[in-house]
T-cell receptor, first 112, second 114 residues
Framework: SQQGEEDPQALSIQEGENATMNCSYK?????LQWYRQNSGRGLVHLIL?????REKHSGRLRVTLDTSKKSSSLLITASRAADTASYFC????????????FGTGTRLLVSP | ETGVTQSPTHLIKTRGQQVTLRCSSQ?????VSWYQQALGQGPQFIFQ???????GRGNFPPRFSGLQFPNYSSELNVNALELDDSALYLC?????????????FGPGTRLTVL
């Protein structure tokens, strides 16, 4: 079963605009990771935020984590057409081994 | 590029057959995880191998099995294929076994079961 739920399921914006995606999860976590997937191909790791961190930046990406609300958000600033992809959050649950539990994904379309 | 490779890229099988998918992990990584991604869904964890031993398994039946070799490459075997096994199969490599490091994914194998 899916642990996380991304919101919205689909997002359509113009180049230059910001895109915000949200993720909610259900159980305690070690960390939360965001991945990008282009056209049903492999997943590209974007950013990892640990459970004791609240915000992290990487280039045009900003991730926040609120463990009290069991939620995270991914902000992509100044979006480009090349950002068009599906975005997934994945939680690393404390099972004693590295199991990632993925959400359902947000499909982002950035139009030129 | 993550350095994780998978073969084959695409595969078509018929119901009841058996299939083997292969994964070469990134250099220096001793942990391989396998995921199944059905169309329109997020990936679901199948199992994980650490130093040639299975050290974690998701909610998949025993007909899904695997191996990890001394060079840390891995195989996923699926017996008695069913139509619902049609999916993108992803492997991911990482280091540390029970650690919480980033997993680096390969490009996937698209399996179609007819």
């Amino acid at each position: 079963s899916q642990q996380g739920e991304e919101d919205p399921q689909a997002l359509s914006i113009q180049e230059g605009e910001n895109a915000t995606m949200n993720c909610s999860y259900k159980t305690s976590i070690n960390n939360l990771q965001w991945y990008r997937q282009n056209s049903g191909r492999g997943l590209v790791h974007l950013i990892l935020i640990r459970s004791n961190e609240r915000e992290k930046h990487s280039g045009r990406l900003r991730v926040t984590l609120d463990t009290s609300k069991k939620s995270s958000s991914l902000l992509i600033t100044a979006s480009r057409a090349a950002d068009t992809a599906s975005y997934f959050c994945a939680t690393a649950v404390p099972t004693g081994f590295q199991k990632l539990v993925f959400g359902t994904g947000t499909r982002l379309l950035v139009s030129p | 590029e993550t350095g994780v490779t998978q073969s084959p890229t695409h595969l078509i099988k018929t119901r009841g057959q058996q299939v083997t998918l292969r994964c070469s992990s990134q250099s220096g990584h001793n942990t391989v995880s396998w995921y199944q991604q059905a169309l329109g869904q997020g990936p679901q964890f199948i199992f994980q191998y650490y130093r040639e031993e299975e050290n974690g398994r998701g909610n998949f039946p025993p007909r899904f099995s695997g191996l990890q070799f001394p060079n840390y490459s891995s195989e996923l075997n699926v017996n008695a294929l069913e139509l619902d096994d049609s999916a993108l199969y992803l492997c991911a490599s990482s280091s540390g076994g029970a650690g919480t490091d980033t997993q680096y994914f390969g490009p996937g194998t698209r399996l179609t079961v007819l």
